[in-house]
């Protein structure tokens, strides 16, 4: 299993390594060894799917790593209904953005480095799931955080795309901070860091222990998946190529958080307080992105703005404690899938449009792009929840889920899901009619046209997953799958009937479709956006995350940072810089003394011995 790993690992080191001898061959190199970890991958859930469930969690020890005193920790790795999951949605839809890169990048001078930078961001997240201890899953955190950091800012020549980068790394840092506390507080309290020893002594931990540590995971959790605090640098990270957009939101990163509170579940089904601010921070999130999706004129940020939403669904979802866990993660699946194709389509029409974003300068292009309308067309389907497509199956699911409980929370998470699907049908159906449909406002330079096959192949075939892998997963009983990780759900009956919710759903994401094309697809779309209403610019200026963190964070740290080198400049340094000129001072006038004639030598033992015999004279 450990080849899972080390196939893309070796593929970022020859490219690195290699340095511009790898050129000619290094990008399908570094293709081939993402598909061969997929087969790997592949061939060892088959064997998974053989065994017995409750034989399900294989640990696989690999080399002792930490040997000290009493404490051991070895690398090791685990495999088990969770870990095989992500492995395979990583290895297959990362391996199929792999190819689509070779198209997309094909005239970039740095492509080499590029897929270098592909195969460090999938061997990453590898690590991350497949460790079987906080401490290495730590390991491929920080991986991850390093190659997205890289590869959002790959484009550096552009400074704002570097500081793009650099936002992420920063915010990701703050979460990092968080898992950080945690392991060490589980190793202070538990004695140990795997997820087998923290699961079996958790039973055993004060309730505020297990409050504080589903706190703090939590903080990680949100820097990584972009949620509320910590969003605010997921829409600028569409800096980079597009083909990374499509990774990060769909198989990689922003993933990582709904996976560590799902592995982490045996501290979270202890401590309520910590579960009820999962499920806080996910409304909180997926209301917030699906706002901000609905006043975006850029198809990158608003599609930034739909993953922050569909996370904060999954998000509530791993809230909501056992019933939820196995939602959040079947939603993860099927919308790596549609968002992954979607954002391959947003490529696709920037490379028929000279690169542009603004879909304002768009429109009637399905006429122009068949196969990327198509294609585009079944992800937006799928993730309005059109009956029958992929996010039908996944996230009606927690929609249901949100409705089971007692007193406000059902019906506060409830109908917050509920209402976020209707808006969700709005935005997305905006961005499809503004994109494809209508009237067509292009510049006069713009020749829109199909992309190469490199590119359409992947978009065909996550269009497939966008249609079926929902229905797939639920004829699999997939939720039953993840039993062993997550634990049985005991049935509870929402506190409406499930026919009453399903009907509500349908209603608003047909209120939600008919508004978008009577506004975009039918009526005039004005080139120029309009001021708009105060909710639109709130929402355009991303509920002023941007303002808050300079005014709450970067401003006071600046004013801070600038008193202390004005104190160090005029207190400190002029202190002793003073002292150093009056001790140099004092020494060149005794210097001045000694100038080798005896007449003054003379006169300085005459003025002394008047001076000592003034002294004497005094004193008596």
């Known amino acids: 299993m450990w080849l899972v790993i080390a196939l893309p690992l070796l593929g970022a080191g020859l490219l690195l390594v290699g340095g511009r001898a790898t050129d000619s061959f290094g990008p ?3 293709t ?24 399900r969690g294989q640990g696989i020890g690999l080399w002792s790593w930490i040997p000290a005193g009493s404490f051991a920790l070895d690398i090791g790795l685990l495999v088990d209904p969770l870990s095989i999951s992500f492995v395979l949605l990583v290895t297959f839809v990362g391996s199929l953005i792999h ?10 001078p740095a492509k080499r480095r590029f897929f270098a930078y592909l195969n460090l961001f999938v061997a990453a997240m590898l690590t ?29 020549w552009n400074p704002a795309y570097a500081a793009a980068g650099n936002k992420a790394f920063i915010l990701n840092r703050v979460g990092d901070f968080g898992l950080g506390i945690a392991i060490m507080l589980m190793f202070a309290t538990f004695g140990t860091v795997t997820f087998a020893g923290v699961s079996a002594a958790a039973p055993n931990a004060s309730q505020g222990v297990l409050t504080a540590l589903g706190l703090l995971l939590l903080l990680a959790a949100c820097g990584k998946s972009a949620q509320f605090p910590l969003q605010s640098w997921l829409g600028d990270a569409m800096a980079g190529p597009t083909p990374v957009s499509a990774l990060i939101h769909a198989a990689t990163m922003v993933t990582a958080g709904v996976y560590l509170v799902v592995r982490s579940n045996a501290i979270y089904t202890l401590s309520p307080d910590a579960q009820l601010a999962v499920t806080i921070v996910g409304a909180i999130t997926l209301t917030m992105g699906a706002i901000i999706g609905c006043a975006k004129d850029d ?16 998000m509530l979802a791993a809230g909501l404690g056992p019933i939820g866990y196995a939602f959040a993660i079947f939603h993860l699946l099927t919308h790596g899938f549609f968002k992954a194709g979607m954002f ?19 429109g009637a292009l399905g006429k122009a792009m068949k196969i990327t309308w198509l294609t585009f067309g079944l992800g937006w389907l799928a993730i309005i929840g059109v009956p029958g497509l992929s996010g039908f199956w996944s996230k009606d699911l927690i929609i249901e889920a949100a409705f089971v409980g007692e007193g406000w929370r059902p019906w506060v998470f409830g109908l917050t899901t509920l209402f976020v699907a209707g808006l969700t049908a709005f935005y997305m159906s905006r961005l499809f009619f503004m994109t494809f449909h209508g009237k067509a406002r292009w510049n006069e330079t713009d020749h829109p046209h199909e992309s190469p096959l490199t590119m359409t192949i992947p978009m065909i075939v996550l269009a497939f997953g966008s249609a079926f892998l929902g229905l797939i997963l639920t004829l699999v009983d997939f939720p039953r799958w993840l039993e062993p990780v997550t634990g049985h759900a005991v049935h509870h009956e929402p506190v409406l009937p499930v026919m009453v919710i399903q009907l509500s759903v349908f209603v608003l994401v047909l209120a939600g479709v008919a508004l978008a094309w009577m506004m975009y697809g039918r009526d ?28 709450v964070f970067v401003g006071p740290g600046l004013a801070a940072a600038g008193g202390l080198a004005y104190a160090d400049e005029n207190g400190l340094d002029s202190g002793f810089t003073g ?29 002394g011995i008047v001076a000592i015999l003034l002294g004497v004279w005094v004193v008596q």
């Open 299 to 314: 198809i990158k940020k608003a599609l930034a703005a739909s993953t922050m939403s569909q996370i904060g669904y999954m």
């Open 524 to 551: 005039e779309v004005a080139r120029v956006a309009p001021r708009g209403s105060l909710i639109t610019q709130v929402a355009r200026r991303d509920f002023f995350q941007d303002d808050v963190n300079q005014g």
């Open 128 to 156: 991350l799931v497949l460790a079987d201890s906080y401490l290495l899953l730590y390991v491929g955190w920080e991986g991850v955080g390093l190659a997205s950091f890289l590869l959002i800012s790959f484009w550096n």
């Open 344 to 362: 391959l389509g947003a490529g696709s029409v920037m490379h028929g449009m000279n690169n542009r974003v603004d879909m304002r300068t768009f």
């Open 579 to 607: 002292f150093g000129s009056a001790i140099a001072g004092a020494s060149g006038a005794v210097r001045r003394l000694q100038n080798g004639f005896v007449r003054s030598y003379a006169l300085t033992m005459l003025i």
């Open 99 to 108: 190819v689509y890169s070779l198209g997309y990048m094909e005239h970039d």
């Open 28 to 30: 399908i190199l570094a």
């Open 32 to 55: 081939a060894l993402s598909w061969a970890s997929f087969l790997v991958a592949a061939a060892s859930f088959l064997h998974l799917l053989g065994l017995d469930p409750a034989q």
